[in-house]
């Protein structure tokens, strides 16, 4: 399902395989499992790239695992078990003590979406390739975390309402333009070489990870505080 590959300071975490990488208690455990590995052999120096094989970064909460429960009460909960076991992901990941980059070569889609919002850059193909939150045309209501997600990672309220209420399908080239991933490139080989580049840059700086993880907590007070994270305040000087 995932795969964890170690580039001397670089993490490359894929999701593997050809399929729509639906975010089930499998995936979310993978997942859980290589950002506490991430986490564990942290350095000064490190980044992490998320990336994902085939037609799609994540096609979000995998539904038919839901409906398969056999009836609409069933259903319900499963997608709750789902938000809440996704939960702590972007927990680690927004007190990953490393910079983090999601390189979106196919479409990012409701959970899938909120996965990759989750990074500090997103590095987006103009060529294929969507961001997209359908929940208001299925009906389902979003978790609080990914509501704080999306209110403190884009400022803009256009946007937000763009993507929420409208379930806007946003291509490369207007998801840079508006704001929303960090820039676009035409295929998928110019985007992998896009963020190995920006996190090597990054991981140039050789920044103290626990601060930069305290700094970006500061960031996003709001989803801090309901997904639990605490906020410590460091003094390190290094001049």
């Known amino acids: 399902m995932c795969t964890l590959e170690k580039r001397g300071n670089l993490f490359i975490l894929t999701l593997t ?76 990941l927004l007190s990953l003590p490393m910079p983090t980059i999601a390189a979106i070569t196919g479409h990012a889609v409701a959970a899938g979406f909120t996965l990759a919002l989750s990074h500090d850059y997103l590095i987006m193909r103009k060529d294929r390739g969507i961001l997209w939150m359908p929940e208001v045309d299925i009906a389902v209501t979003l978790p609080d975390y990914f509501n ?17 209420l409208r379930g806007l399908k946003m291509k490369g ?23 190995v580049c920006l996190a090597e840059n990054l991981g140039k700086r050789k920044w103290h990870g626990e601060v930069y993880a305290e700094i970006r907590k500061g960031l996003y007070p709001q989803l801090s505080a309901i997904l639990g994270l605490s906020h410590k305040v460091y003094a390190i000087a290094r001049l």
Not at 48 to 77: C, H, M, N, P, V
Not at 148 to 164: N, P, Q, T, W, Y
Not at 173 to 179: K, S, V
């Open 148 to 164: 704080a997600l999306f209110k403190e990672k884009i400022g803009d309220s256009s946007v937000r309402r763009d993507l929420l």
């Open 173 to 195: 080239d207007e998801a840079e333009e508006r704001g929303v991933v960090k820039a676009a490139h035409d295929g998928e080989a110019e985007v992998r070489e896009a963020s």
């Open 17 to 92: 395989g050809e399929d729509q990488h639906r975010c089930n208690p499998n995936l979310i455990s993978s997942l859980l499992n290589l950002l506490s590995q991430v986490k564990a052999q942290a350095t000064c120096g490190s980044a992490l790239i998320t990336q994902a094989q085939g037609k799609f970064f994540s096609y979000g909460f995998d539904l038919d695992w839901a409906q398969a429960a056999g009836s609409e009460r069933g259903a319900a909960k499963r997608l709750q078990d789902m938000a809440d076991l996704f939960k702590p992901v972007i927990a680690t």
